[in-house]
């Protein structure tokens, strides 16, 4: 998958960039970049999956599975509310 398709689909998204994070569970892991002109989008930690010739947007559940896997491999304590 070429980066400039990345990033025309995070922009679709209503993002102004997205950055390569990692590999995991066969998925090129980028994070959708907000415009630091524009407002704040508030929710869950969504990111951006590639695999093969197919981009998607996470779910809420794989966003939060991802961001728990991540803490977990870099030895980080979860912080709940």
Do not use: C
């Amino acid at each position: 998958m070429k980066v400039r398709q990345i990033l025309e689909f995070a922009k679709k998204q209503g993002y102004v960039n997205a950055e390569l994070l990692e590999m995991w569970n066969g998925y090129e892991v980028y994070a959708p970049l907000a415009s630091d002109d524009g407002p704040r989008y508030l929710g869950p930690p969504l990111v951006i999956f590639v695999q093969n010739n197919e981009i998607r947007i996470s779910t809420v559940e794989e966003a939060f599975e991802y961001m728990h896997d991540w803490q977990r491999r870099n030895d980080l304590e979860l912080v709940t509310a």
